[in-house]
């Protein structure tokens, strides 16, 4: 059963905003939640993600564009995303490593054991 769901997803030119947005069961609040995309014809890429004790990572192309979060009461985990640009076109995915979970792990989509089913972002220029 999917136990991941996002929202948030849509078009915007270059320069834009989305806010994302990802809810699921209690393990949201402690564990390792990591947002990945996959555009047409390129392998899926890690972009965010956020650990057990609340610390971020980020893949260089988004630092100082993206801010992942979490609200733990709510069980949502948001991907806010400023400065969009035409490569940012992709369909975005949140998962989670349901486990106590600390580090970076950003670019290890192997270990996320659950996943939701994708929202599409389209940026225009």
């Known amino acids: 059963q999917v136990q991941l769901v996002e929202s948030g997803g849509g078009s915007v030119q270059a320069g834009g905003s989305l806010k994302l947005s990802c809810i699921g069961p209690e393990y949201v609040s402690r564990a390792c939640m990591g947002w990945f995309r996959q555009a047409p014809g390129k392998e899926r890429e890690g972009v965010a993600s956020i650990d057990g004790d609340g610390s971020t990572y980020y893949v260089d192309s988004v630092k100082g564009r993206f801010t992942i979060s979490r609200h733990n009461a709510r069980r949502t985990v948001y991907l806010q995303m400023n400065n969009l640009k035409p490569e940012d076109t992709a369909t975005y995915y949140c998962?989670?490593?349901?486990?106590?979970?600390?580090?970076?792990?950003?670019?290890?989509?192997?270990?996320?054991?659950?996943w939701g089913q994708g929202t599409q972002v389209t940026v225009s220029s």
């Open positions: 998962a989670a490593i349901v486990a106590n979970c600390q580090g970076d792990h950003t670019d290890r989509p192997d270990l996320f054991d659950s």
